[in-house]
């Protein structure tokens, strides 16, 4: 869409919002499910079991805060939307907030910081709590080394040890799979198929067949624009007003 | 049957204290995670329902007449023909804790988190799914195996068997809990006077099956309707008791009105709702959890801390309203009474 001389004069004129709206958007928006969870406890209302409310509405928002971070990169592949990977790293260290906040909620209001019965009960025999503390070690390895001054430090190991986020996200699917009971399957199941078309788009062949698709397209459309444009312009003064 | 509003009848004093709970649990909901708020010592409601004023006891019939006036003058419905076990017009339960000294879970919490997959498998949808679930006519038919095999209706049940407390723990196979006062009957009593058969080994429950009130039975959840079974020896085990009421008042929808069983040795699932079919047999039952997923659920289903469901341990358990986990106990606590049933039964391989 850039390039052309026409859509130069817009960009200079986009004011501060123009260019940050989905930063805005993003940065209010990931607090929507902690302020829902603050007001619903004052207000006497996070269930009859607050700590499954707690887990649930935590770890959910995790994981959906994971995939539009990963989301961010098949977006400009497949549209070309450059505002998503503004956004990329914040999302993936607000998933990880709430990655945090779910695992706090394990360790101090179910388990209260019994560690007998959290070695013992949790970690023995859950599988599904192993793979939920692997992805957030994981993560934890990610959110460290997220800056710039890390980026620098690492090189090309930083991009090694970043692509571990797909191997992760992998883990939190199966983590929420395995912990869900055979009627709510369908959730997780839900997240996998929205995760393997997310990672789909990735795959170099696939994303090299797209890239050359939205090029060819690319350099049909100004000309299909300019004719529009142009009968527009032959039509616009005899077409009568209010057809 | 009196229809009223569940949750405003509930006294102050019986959602205080999870309105306490909860204001602990806002810091870490607000994102601090201000530890210290979590104290050690874990929220009980002991001490709030202490100082709940003394109901009047359902044994004396002069009490029971009173409740059954004050019932009236609230709802404008007659609560003539319920025993007095069942007619209260405040939630109410004889004691405050369970015999290991645990405080029972509230009203509003028993009746408010409820596994009822026909209606929902949202554990707070019943309450609202369920309302208008209707219980009058109501008959069980007992079948199969037995001598006398009779339908009762819901009000003979009501009469013939004499309604009693038994305040039971129910430990649910997603390792939660709750002590719970229910109002019921001995199975066995039923049994005893359509007198099985010598042939009869196992003993079925099937749950009512109404498409148009229960909106899940138009979908492939489980195979419908709900089924569940005993060995004959379990169903007449003093313990087993179909319950028709809780805190002194009749079941509510949600919770399987108007008779459900309940085993309390056992994993919540089998303590089966809204029965309307027993079935003595000399076929061990498939029930709808085994059918649904065979592996992970057998038809014993004793709680057992040592033999754990396939994806998570059985071990441990939270008492719903209290933070932290506590110790499963063998046969929910119930070893005692109910162990030599299992003699020589290797309790790893029959789950």
Known sequence: MSGTPNQAKPISQKNWLQENWLRVVAHLGVWGPLVWLAWHAWTNDLGVDPVVTLYNVLGRTALILLLLCLSATPLYILFGFRAGLTVRRALGLYAFMYAALHFTNFVALDYMFDLQYILADGIQTKPYILVGLGALLILVALAITSTKGWMKRLKRNWTRLHWLIYPTAMLVVLHFYWSAKAAAKWEPLLYAVVLAAILLVRVPPIRKAIVNFRQRRKRVVPKRAAVSAAERAAFITPTQPGE | MVKRNLRSDVPMVFTMNRRQFLVQAVPVAAGALILAACSPGTQTDAPTRASAPALPNANASGAAAANSGANAGTSGASVGGLPAALAHAQPYSSVTTDELGDPLNTFDQITHYNNYYEFSTDKEGPAQLAKNFTTRPWGVQVTGMVNKPRTFSIDELYTLFKQEEYVYRLRCVEAWSMAIPWVGFHLGDLL??????????????????????????NFPILSWPYVEGLRVDEAMNNLTILATGMYGEPLTNQQGAPIRLVVPWKYGFKSIKAIVQIELTDQMPTSAWMDAAPNEYGFYANVNPKVDHPRWSQATER???QLGRRPTLMFNGYEQQVASLYEGLDLRANF
Request: glycine share 4%.
């Open chain 2, 192 to 217: 005893k006077m359509v007198e099985p058969k010598p042939e009869a080994k196992y003993v079925k429950f099937i749950s009512v099956l109404r498409k148009d009130q229960m909106p899940n039975q």
């Open chain 2, 319 to 321: 008492r719903i309203g």
